[in-house]
Structure formats: structure tokens, C-alpha cells
């Protein structure tokens, strides 16, 4: 059956709506911060065999991640005959099925509910939800855990609800094992509404349409999404990419690990290896295969056409290959909290394979990975809520420092980075919820690498522990090996950690990844890494620099020191063009030489 | 009784419409925009639809604007030396904003719109209050005092200044304010807590930034504006139309620009209400296309609904607002086929300049105007009343050329798939505003307007199970019509966050108070008599832990606790219809009071002039329609008669519009003058 294009297009609105109504529907509803004000959450629709027709996207390492776990479900679990309608299936296994194609972490929960249509499955309605916590050797998974049971509850996939009816003793099963069982089951609610919103609407399509036309509707999105990703991946020139990278490279746990991959593109096929990768480590940054597959689409997705409809068709034409037992597919019993940071050094590690086939396209290395979070207890001021004895979680700054600069633009500073998209949460927000003040938030000056087109600056975030018996972890990467630049683009700022101790006592700390307890009145700084910078700083318009200077994202000392842009120190700002042109042309005859 | 005149200032066209309160009867004009001088254009309307309808200047009591400026300020990037005054550690609130990306999460070529004050003009004063309202650091005065001054040297003409948590405690701001009168008299100030009193820091930072950007240029054109009218020797009560779907007074609007915003399309819902009243169908979608875009908003219960949230050309507001959803698919959008060999339309329109390729004004790109010339639902010969004669050749030409050829398609069949897939569009917006918010379409009318609404309304019924569609008697001047019928609309919020088990009834009821007396004397100020002041309390409530409100209306009646309980109860049940699921052992919260202030205007019934002697069938053609070819009626709406049927297929003209009636559709002109037009299923269910 073929479907005319009109019809085509009505009905990829309407999968596309559907499964933004769902994620919009979990933001409103839930209660955690995490979900309601970073909306770390996102729906993904599913045919009758398990193949992604639409997305309702919010972060990207969710979405892709879904169809791995949904085929796992499937084909080692729940095959789609013993299903009824109303089941809500719920899981949060790394590593169920035996491999490591579940859910990313332990606190992301995936719901899957099937969609019939007079009594024939029509498809799959599935949302993924981080939740704040499932348990584990410390509040919201923050810990280095060495071994998945560190990670709290670990759900095979199972049936939360069966034809309609909430397993009430499940449910206070897992409850039971969160330190926040009043927000788990605001979230969980949240959630199993959302994806029946899902599935009401998608029965209220086939009302309209039928089973035959949404069906084939689904087959030619599918065909035209490949069609369109072939003829993308067609411009990339036919060849093999090879790069690698390095996670903990500071020395934390034993580092710096190595990620490697090698692309190959031939005639609009291409495929991911990550042999040469290093095996996977006693520490929560090991990605599962899902996760590592999500972060590969993710990429190619970003350097093909962002507008190509979300769909098992973008995925055809790339395969991904990676070693068992690796930090980019690993197996029991490894720890995956962290899989993320792993994940964003996927991005920069593709990135920068493909940056000499297209050079237009790609962007310099970006901040990566940034958690920043602390609990505690005040039961003066935050009395209500909160887990055990009001212990209030705050985090901030998920992933939002600076990104690479572009081929034709300066980077994004302070921004969520590739693979998180995770909103932050205004400070008003935080300090009604938990016992913290926020000192600063501020961009980064000098932090963004020098480039023709800079990097995006990295965030300075300060907060004070107004809680008793706190606890504060933090993750972040590239603190020696900076965000590196391309084409003669500079590196960004590294990332540091401060502690200032109510006594006054100042220090940076160690290792970029770690926990420690803190008193009352000890005072955090992050300061987020910067982007690398794209092509040759000498080449940056000058005025583009004094820009810069005047706004205060770069120093008069660097504008020269970088830029070779001599300013003058009035209020004026004024270009020394002479003596800009002379220093730049002195610079660009030694670098010739 | 007296004149009301209405003006609403659209992309394309400038539509006035003058309305006699008293007889109801209305005198209607289309003048072109003038973008680089909106006040010429305006002004000219003014003098012709006085002229037309021989009234004396002086009987024209009140002047109501419907204006697109802040919006084009926004488009068009105006410098303007905003300043902007933070707590210490917080002047980059305003660039870092939520930091995400929100439009698509693989377009990593994305810039957020810059920020409206740069960092050089964003400084920072000593002094922190925290979310309990305590002071933990007082304001530094000398700092402050040194701040102003290097605004005031930095010639900044307009300062926003927003401090953490001064929602709940405006004490520094208000300071502030008066430092600024002492040291920088010239600048005018905006400041957090009297533009959006509410939490989230980015947000209210955003609003009060966009107030203060926009404040100088706003001040400037209604004083000229002012001054225009009172040239010409009129004394009328000058108003505005807000975002809130209300007017305000000239005086207002210089204060609060930014409740200026999308000042013309909410006129165009205010109309979509007025109609569904009269017309007896109380729950409504209104949907005014014109040459740009299409907006619709949602009526239930007689009153259009309002959004939690909102954004003007990606900046974040916090204002009241009716629910709008726009899209880019007007008369003027482009259609054109993407890189996969995919169909689309717009965002981008031809405008009025070059036009459509029919215009015959040097356009070249097919256009939905376009489309329905080639399938024969416009006229060439009669479109905006004969004044511009289509070329449908040259429609042919564009269609082939850009859709037909590459498609392998004849041109009728791309004409129809341009058509359906700007449909597609404008379902989508339907939805956001209905299926999104857990309205299902089939229990909705639609009520459609603008230049090109009624060609496309009957068709998009159909796709939605829409029952009923509605065309009123001037389609193409229906938002200028809003804007005469609109009542005096001020809002009030007060925060205070606290479970709705601990309220004290008393307390509330004095916030509630308070709130009152500000709305009673902003109305009173303005000459709205007792009688005619309305005044609608609500809360805003969730779930203790959810970051989102629901609003719910409370009676006026004074607080009691049985009162605070039935509130609860109609909390759960908004959230188990909105959202599907209810928390019942869950606490609710209280988060805002909200007073709403109406100053009723009166609503004439309006007299249609129809010269019933005329026959109204004045040829016929052929249509094509999704089925083929159909030799279709035209009529002339001018002669259509209340009580007139029609049976579909056929084709209705008139001056600035044209209705579409599709087969197995029937029309009836009701007293009012309106089409009230039913589907095949679709039975009225009142009247």
C-alpha cells in the first residue's frame, strides 16, 4: 500500500505530537528536580515490531537507547503475543537480557506499554525517566560504585501494572528501596499516565486512519528517513576514520582509560568500531551497549540533517561495533551510573575522526560530562519533604559549561552539552527546595579557547552548604587534557574544584570525580571547562575580539596574547590597528617558519 | 452610548472597524501596513473610516490598539541601551538562561536569540535576600549608587533590575528604584517585582529586561500616537490591547509594555469568543489566518484559555496570556520541496511584497494563494474586493515549475498537496491548544476568520471531526472587531508558597484583599463605574513537589475553611481530566493568588445591513475538490439573507474573504449574520 505524500506528512505529525505530548505531560506532572525542572525525561513510539517511528525528544542519550531495550524486552522477556492491553512494563536493568542493551542506569526507569487497536498490537508507547533515587551506597547513585549492586534495585523487566490493574505490592517493593519513595511515586505516576496519554492518542489515530494506512504510513517515514540519511551520509567522503580519546585522564581510579574508534564510509553506509577501546574498569563510567549506540546516533544524527524525522530509518545505513567487556559495552557486574562520561568523549572522540572529511560540519571538543550535586538536612529552614529525617537533594549544572566552537561560528558557552540536555534549575527554584545558598553563576571569562571562531565559554557555579551532615559529590572530565581545538583552534579552559571550608581553608581538589561529607558553611566553586576553539586565532576579526573584551568573555592581556589583537585599556576599548597588524604578521611569519 | 473604533496593525494590512454602540452598526476599512511609519497607515484608516461612515469626530469616545510593535522591535533587533541590575554573582543569569537546547536536540548549529542586554551593561549590586524573604546581606547603597552612575555614563536609556527571590520581598528593589530617581532621573526603570512578581529567577529576569527593552520606543509611539489623534480633534479614551486578552490604558502600557505583546492575534480570540457567545456555542477554536501566519486559540466556556508559559521570538515572558498557538502558514507562505523530496510550506511567506506569483508582482514561488486559485476556490477577478486581478498563469507557472515537475505530478495534484499540507500545519496548531491541553477537538466549533480562514476552515474540520465551523460577517476585519468588544483586563499575582492544609483562611483572604483594592482603584482611575467592575479571584495549585500549576477559579465569596477544602477537591479533579491521574493522598500546595480586574464593556448586538432583493447566486464554476471536479455555486455574501441555506459544494465571496463549502456540507446565516456551517455528522448542538 502506498501512501500519498499529504497523507504521509499528516501522519508524521501526529506520531511527532503524540510523543511530545507525553514527554510534555511528564515535566508537568512530576515532582522531582530532576525531571520537572531539568526535564530528564523522553518518549519514544514504537511499531507492532519494535522499530522507532517517532520521538518526543528531550535528551538525547535517551532515545535511541529505548529501541535496544525494547527489542530486549521482547525477545527475552515479554514476547509481543503474551501481552494485554493496559500492561505497563517497567524496567531499569543494565543489563538485562545478558547483555548490556537495557536501560543505561539504575535510576533511569523505562515504561513500555502496548498499543492495541481492536484487539491486534499496533505498537509501543515508551518513556524513560531518571529518577532521583532507586537505592545504592549513596543518595541519587552519586558514589564511585565498583559494581552494579552498588547501584541500588536493578528491575528485570516486569509488569507494573497487568491489563489495567497497579501491582500494589511491586510498587511498595521498589518504593521501599528509594530514599525518596513520596517523589519516586509522583514520578512513577507521572510517568504511567503520560505513556497511556501515548497510547490513547495512538488508538484514537487508528480510529481515524485504520491499521493498514498508520502502519504503511510508519514503513515509508521509516524508507524516507533512510532515504534522507543515506543521501547525507553519501557527502561524507567514502573512507576510514580513525581517532581516540581519553577518559579520567587526570589519574582518577587508575586513569587515563583509552576510547578508540575507527569510521568507516562507503557509499552511504557506515559503520562504528570502538575496537582498541580499553576493558571496562572497577567505576560507575562504563557504558552499556545501549548507551554507546545511543551516543554514535546521537553524533551522526548532529552532523547529517537535524531535521530528517526521528525514525528507525536514520539508523539503518550505521552500524556500530563494540568489544564485549569494554568501557564502551560492558557486562556484569560493572557499575554504569556515570555511563555519561563515557558518553560525551563518544561525541568529541567521532567528532573529531570526521573533522578532515567534513571539516563544515563538525564542532571542537566541548566540556563534557559535569554532575555537581550535594543532600543534606535542615530541618529549620527545609522541614518538609524531602527523603529519611528531610534530607533534601540540590544539584545543578548538569553538563553546562562550553561547547566547541562550529567551522563558521563561535561555540555555545554555558550551554547543556550534546549528548545531557538537561535544563538547569533556577537558583530560586534550589533554594526553596534544599538548604543551600548559590553564590555566583557566572560565565567564565578567558575560558572559551582562542580560535578564528572561539569556543564556548565554560560557567563558574558557587554554592554554600546550609545543611547538616551533607554529603557532596562531583564528576567532571577533561581538568588535564582540556576541550582541544581544531584546525589551529587553542584548547578551552580546564575544569577545576573548589572547597573553601567554613574555617576559611581553601583547596582545589585532587581528582575531577569523587565525594566527600561537608560542614555547614563550606562553600563549593565549579568552574566549568570552555570549548575549543576552531581555526586560527590570528584570523579572528578584531573587531570580533574587542567584542569580546568589552563584553568581558576575554581578557586585554589575551585578546593579545591569543589574538594577537592589541586594545586599549580605556573604557573606550579602542583597537590599535597598526600595532595589531604588525604583532599578528610577526606571529604568522613564525608560525611559518 | 458612543463610537468605539478599533485598529489592529497585521503584517500585511491595517483593519479598522468602527462600531456604533448603541445601533450596533459597524463601517469597516483595509488600509496597507506601513512598517517603517506604522502611525501614516493608521492614520489614514482613521480619516477614511470616518469619512465612510459621515461621523462626527468628536462622538468617538474610545480608540482601541491593536499593535505588533513589541513583537517587531524583537524581529528586527532595535538597539536600544537596555541596562540590567542583578544580585552579586548573578548579572549572567539573563545569557545562561536554562541552557538547554529546546527546538531540536541534533541542531548543533543552534544559537539562542543574544541576549537583550549585553554583558558590558549588566552589573551587579551587594545585597541578598533568600527564599524565606530575610535579608542576609543588605543593599550596599554606595555600590549601588556607583552602578547607576556607570549606567548613566554607559547612557543606557532604560535600566530592568531584577534580585533573587524579590518576588517575595521587593524591599532592595524598590530602593533601588529610588536611587536611580535620585542619581539617573531620565532613565526609565522597570523592576522585577512590579512587571512579573513571581519565582524563577531566569524567567522574571526575561520579563522584566523585555519590558524595559521595549519601554522607550513603546512610550514614544503611543505619545505620537497620542498626539496624531488629538491633532485631528478627537477626545477619546486611548487603550491598547494586552496579551491577556484585555485592554488597558495608554498609561498602563507606557508602565508595562511587555502585557503589550501579541497585542493583535489575542484580538483575534477575543472576536472567537465574542461570536462563540452569540452564536450559542460556548466551547470554540478560533482560527485567524492570514497573509503570514495562523493563530489559534481556544475558547471554553465562553472565555479563551490562558498559558502557563510563553515566549516572544525565543525570549522567555511570564505574563498572563491567552493560549495562542501561531504558525507559519498563511496566505503568503512558500511552498517547496525539501532535500528528500519531501513537501513542505513555509515558515517563509511572500508577504504582501512581492506576493504571491498570482499577484503578478515579480513573486516567482508558489504560495497557498497560489493553490487555491489554481484549484478555482478563489476568484481571480474578486479577491480583496477586485482590487488586486490574479494572474493564474502565472500561479500555474510557479507551481509547475518549483512543485508539479520535480514531483511528477500535474498541477492540480500539487496544488491540493500544497493545500494539504498547510492544513497539516494548522492542525497541529489546533491540537496544541486543544488535544495538548486534554481537549478533544469533536466537542469544539470553529470559528474561522482572517483573510484566508474561511477557504481552508472546512477542510480542517473534517480532518478534526470538528461538527460545526463558523464564519462571522467580516472575516477579514474579525480581530479589528476584538478589539471594540474587548472589556478592561488587569491582572494581579501575589506568591506565597504553603500548603493549602496550613492556609489560613484569614490571611488569604487579607492577600486576596489587597490584591482587590490595587485592581478596584486601576479601574476606578479609569472611569469604570462599580457596576461594571468585575473582579475573578483564583489560586494557583500543584502537588507538593511539582514545579507546574494548575489555576483554579474560586468564587468571590469571603475564605472559609470548607471553601480552602473544595478547592482541593476541584484541584484533584482538574488534574485527573488534564493529566489523567489524580495524587488524592498527596498535599496541595498553594504557590500564587491571582485577582483578575474586568471592566465590562458593553456588547451591542450587531445589525447587519443585508439587501435581501438581489440574488445572491451570481454564477458558477468549477471547483476542485479532494473528490475532482465540481460545478459549484458562488454566491455573494453581501446578499445572503439571515436564514439562507446552502448546500455544498459551493463557494461564498465577499470583499476580504472566501468561504469554501465542501460537499455534503450545508450553511445557514443565522440572525447575527454569521455562517453557521454543518458537517456531514455534525449536528449544532445549541440554538
Request: charged fraction near 20%; aromatic fraction near 6%; include cysteine.
Amino acid at each position: 500500500m502506498s501512501v500519498n505524500p499529504i497523507t504521509l506528512e499528516v501522519i508524521r505529525h501526529a506520531f511527532e505530537s503524540v510523543a511530545e505530548q507525553m514527554t510534555a505531560a511528564v515535566t508537568r506532572t512530576s515532582y522531582s528536580d530532576i525531571v520537572k525542572e531539568g526535564k530528564d525525561c523522553s518518549s519514544a513510539l514504537f511499531d507492532q515490531k519494535g522499530r522507532l517511528i517517532a520521538e518526543g525528544a528531550n535528551v538525547p542519550i535517551h532515545l535511541n537507547c529505548l529501541t535496544p531495550v525494547l527489542e530486549t524486552v521482547l525477545s527475552h522477556y515479554f514476547p509481543a503475543d503474551s501481552l494485554a492491553q493496559g500492561d505497563v512494563i517497567l524496567t531499569n536493568d543494565p543489563y538485562a537480557g545478558g547483555d548490556s542493551k537495557g536501560s543505561h542506569h539504575t535510576n533511569d526507569l523505562i515504561s513500555i506499554q502496548p498499543i492495541f487497536w481492536k484487539e491486534v498490537l499496533l505498537g509501543f508507547a515508551t518513556i524513560m525517566v531518571h529518577h532521583s533515587d532507586v537505592g545504592g551506597m549513596w543518595p541519587g547513585n552519586s558514589a564511585w560504585n565498583q559494581e552494579i549492586w552498588q547501584e541500588g534495585l536493578r528491575m528485570q523487566p516486569i509488569k507494573l501494572y497487568k491489563g489495567g490493574q497497579l501491582d500494589e505490592q511491586l510498587l511498595s517493593l521498589i518504593l521501599n528501596n528509594s530514599r525518596t519513595p513520596y517523589k519516586m511515586r509522583g514520578d512513577l505516576m507521572a510517568q504511567v499516565s503520560a505513556c497511556t496519554k501515548g497510547v490513547r492518542a495512538m488508538e484514537r489515530l487508528a480510529d481515524k486512519y485504520g491499521l493498514e494506512l498508520l502502519t504503511a504510513s510508519a514503513e515509508e517515514l521509516m524508507e524516507y528517513s533512510e532515504r534522507q540519511t543515506r543521501s547525507q551520509l553519501a557527502k561524507i567522503p567514502d573512507g576510514k576514520y580513525e581517532h581516540e580519546e581519553f577518559i579520567l585522564e587526570d589519574g582518577t581510579a587508575g586513569g587515563p582509560y583509552r576510547l578508540k574508534v575507527a569510521i568507516e564510509v562507503r557509499d552511504g553506509n557506515l559503520s562504528v568500531d570502538y575496537m582498541g577501546t580499553d576493558p571496562q574498569i572497577k567505576g560507575p563510567i562504563n557504558a552499556p551497549w545501549s548507551a554507546t549506540y545511543s551516543a554514535t546516533l546521537y553524533t551522526l544524527r548532529c552532523l547529517t540533517d537535524h531535521t530528517i524525522p526521528s525514525n528507525a530509518g536514520c539508523q539503518r545505513p550505521i552500524i556500530v561495533t563494540a568489544p564485549e567487556g569494554s568501557l564502551v559495552n560492558c557486562r556484569l557486574p560493572a557499575a554504569t551510573y556515570q555511563r555519561m562520561v563515557v558518553c560525551h568523549s563518544v561525541v568529541d572522540l567521532i567528532m573529531g575522526a570526521l573533522a578532515p572529511a567534513i571539516p563544515d560540519r563538525i564542532m571542537a571538543d566541548s566540556c563534557g560530562c559535569i554532575y555537581n550535586s550535594g543532600t543534606g538536612i535542615n530541618l529549620e529552614t527545609h522541614s518538609r519533604g524531602g527523603d529519611v529525617e528531610c534530607r533534601q537533594g540540590w544539584s545543578d549544572c548538569c553538563s553546562h559549561g562550553g561547547l566547541g566552537a562550529r567551522a563558521t561560528k563561535d561555540g555555545l558557552g554555558a550551554m547543556a552539552c550534546h549528548v545531557t540536555n538537561v535544563a538547569n534549575p533556577p537558583v530560586e527554584v534550589t533554594e526553596i527546595g534544599a538548604p543551600v545558598l548559590v553564590l555566583e553563576r557566572a560565565l567564565r571569562p578567558n575560558s572559551g579557547g582562542a580560535g578564528q571562531y572561539r569556543g564556548g565559554l565554560g560557567q563558574i557555579y558557587t554554592w554554600k552548604s546550609l545543611a547538616h551532615d551533607a554529603l557532596f559529590s562531583w564528576t567532571s572530565q577533561k581538568t588535564k587534557i582540556p576541550p582541544q581545538g581544531f584546525f589551529k583552534g587553542k584548547p578551552g579552559q580546564a575544569g577545576r574544584w573548589m572547597v573553601r571550608k567554613a574555617d576559611g581553608e581553601q583547596s582545589e581538589l585532587e581528582h575531577a570525580i569523587g565525594n566527600m561529607e561537608l560542614e555547614y558553611g563550606d562553600v563549593v566553586t565549579c568552574l566549568m571547562a570552555g570549548g575549543g576553539g576552531y581555526g586560527d586565532p590570528l584570523l579572528r576579526d578584531p573587531d570580533a575580539v574587542r567584542q569580546d573584551v568589552i563584553r568581558g568573555f576575554v581578557s586585554i592581556q589575551n585578546a593579545r596574547g591569543d589574538y594577537g589583537v592589541v586594545i586599549s585599556g580605556s573604557e573606550s576599548y579602542e583597537i590599535d590597528l597598526a600595532a595589531t597588524e604588525a604583532l599578528r604578521i610577526d606571529r604568522l611569519t613564525k608560525a611559518d617558519q | 452610548m458612543g463610537y468605539s473604533l478599533g485598529i489592529d496593525t497585521g503584517g500585511t494590512h491595517t483593519d479598522l472597524i468602527l462600531m456604533d454602540r448603541e445601533t450596533g452598526r459597524v463601517w469597516t476599512v483595509k488600509v496597507p501596513t506601513t512598517s517603517a511609519d506604522p502611525l501614516k497607515g493608521i492614520m489614514l484608516g482613521i480619516d477614511r473610516v470616518l469619512a465612510i461612515s459621515g461621523n462626527e469626530v468628536a462622538g468617538l469616545d474610545e480608540l482601541i490598539y491593536g499593535t505588533t510593535l513589541v513583537t517587531n522591535m524583537l524581529v528586527q533587533r532595535e538597539k536600544v541601551k537596555t541596562g540590567l541590575i542583578t544580585t552579586k554573582g548573578f548579572r549572567d543569569v539573563l545569557e545562561i538562561g536554562r541552557a538547554y537546547r529546546s527546538s531540536n536536540i541534533y541542531d548543533i548549529q543552534m544559537d539562542p536569540p543574544p541576549p537583550l542586554v549585553s554583558r558590558d551593561l549588566r552589573l551587579e549590586v551587594t545585597e541578598r535576600i533568600n527564599f524565606q524573604g530575610q535579608v542576609l546581606e543588605a543593599l550596599d547603597e554606595e555600590n549601588c549608587r556607583a552602578v547607576v552612575r556607570k549606567l548613566k555614563s554607559r547612557e543606557v536609556e532604560t535600566i530592568a533590575v531584577c534580585l533573587l527571590h524579590s518576588y517575595i520581598n521587593s524591599s532592595h528593589e524598590q530602593r533601588i528604584k529610588a536611587i536611580i530617581a535620585e542619581e539617573y532621573p531620565e532613565a526609565y526603570v522597570s523592576l522585577s517585582y512590579e512587571i512579573n512578581p513571581v519565582f524563577r529567577e531566569y524567567e522574571r529576569t526575561s520579563t522584566t529586561v523585555l519590558n524595559a527593552y521595549v519601554t522607550p520606543q513603546m512610550v514614544e509611539h503611543l505619545d505620537d500616537f497620542e498626539m496624531q489623534v488629538s491633532q485631528r480633534g478627537l477626545q477619546s479614551w486611548l487603550y491598547t490591547m494586552q496579551a491577556n486578552g484585555g485592554k488597558s490604558s495608554f498609561s498602563v502600557a507606557r508602565k508595562c509594555p511587555v502585557n503589550v505583546t501579541n497585542s493583535g492575534p489575542v484580538a483575534g480570540a477575543i472576536a472567537g469568543a465574542y461570536v462563540a457567545r452569540v452564536t450559542g456555542f460556548p466551547n470554540a477554536i478560533t482560527l485567524d489566518m492570514g497573509g503570514t501566519s495562523c493563530d489559534v486559540a481556544l475558547i471554553d466556556g465562553d472565555n479563551p484559555k490562558f498559558a502557563a508559559e510563553s515566549n516572544v521570538e525565543g525570549y522567555p515572558v511570564q505574563i498572563s496570556t491567552i493560549d495562542l498557538s501561531i504558525v507559519g502558514a498563511g496566505g503568503g507562505s512558500v511552498a517547496w520541496i525539501d532535500s528528500g523530496g519531501g513537501l513542505r510550506v513555509g515558515p517563509r511567506s511572500a508577504g504582501a511584497d512581492p506576493g504571491p506569483a498570482c499577484y503578478a508582482q515579480g513573486g516567482t514561488e508558489p504560495t497557498v494563494t497560489d493553490a487555491n486559485l489554481i484549484t478555482d476556490r478563489l476568484n481571480p477577478g474578486y479577491f480583496l474586493g477586485g482590487e488586486i486581478c490574479l494572474d493564474r498563469e502565472a500561479s500555474k507557472r510557479a507551481i509547475d515549475t518549483f512543485i508539479a515537475q520535480p514531483l511528477g505530478m500535474t498541477t492540480l495534484e500539487a496544488a491540493l498537496g500544497i493545500l494539504q499540507v498547510a492544513n497539516a500545519k494548522m492542525i497541529r496548531a489546533i491540537k496544541l491548544v486543544s488535544v495538548e491541553r486534554g481537549y478533544d477537538p469533536h466537542d469544539f466549533v470553529l470559528i474561522a476568520f482572517g483573510g484566508a480562514g474561511p477557504l481552508h476552515a472546512t477542510q480542517l474540520a473534517e480532518e478534526l471531526e470538528i461538527p460545526v465551523v463558523i464564519v462571522p460577517p467580516f472575516p477579514g476585519n474579525t480581530s479589528a472587531l476584538g478589539l471594540v468588544i474587548a472589556d478592561m483586563r488587569y491582572d494581579y499575582v501575589a506568591t506565597q508558597i504553603q500548603n493549602l492544609d496550613d492556609v489560613d483562611p484569614a490571611l488569604s483572604e487579607k492577600t486576596l484583599q489587597a490584591l482587590e483594592a490595587q485592581a478596584h482603584n486601576q479601574l476606578s482611575q479609569e472611569g469604570i463605574p462599580a457596576e461594571r467592575q468585575c473582579l475573578e479571584r483564583s489560586f494557583d495549585l500543584r502537588y507538593f513537589g511539582q514545579s507546574h500549576e494548575l489555576n483554579i477559579p474560586v468564587d468571590g465569596q469571603p475564605l472559609a475553611q470548607e471553601a480552602l477544602h473544595r478547592i482541593g477537591l476541584a484541584f484533584h479533579a482538574a488534574h485527573r481530566r488534564i493529566h489523567g491521574h489524580a495524587m488524592e493522598g498527596d498535599p496541595v500546595e498553594v504557590v500564587n493568588y491571582r485577582v483578575s480586574a474586568v471592566g465590562t464593556s458593553p456588547k451591542p448586538d450587531f445589525a447587519f445591513q443585508r439587501n435581501g432583493n438581489q440574488d445572491a447566486i451570481k454564477g458558477r464554476r468549477n471547483v476542485f475538490f479532494d473528490s475532482g471536479h465540481l460545478r459549484s455555486p458562488i454566491y455573494e455574501r453581501h446578499f445572503l439573507k439571515p436564514g439562507y441555506q446552502i448546500d455544498g459544494p459551493a463557494v461564498i465571496e465577499q470583499i476580504a474573504s472566501t468561504t469554501v463549502l465542501c460537499p455534503n456540507q450545508s450553511a445557514r446565516v443565522d440572525a447575527h449574520g454569521n455562517l453557521i456551517i454543518a458537517l456531514a455528522e455534525g449536528k449544532p448542538r445549541t440554538q
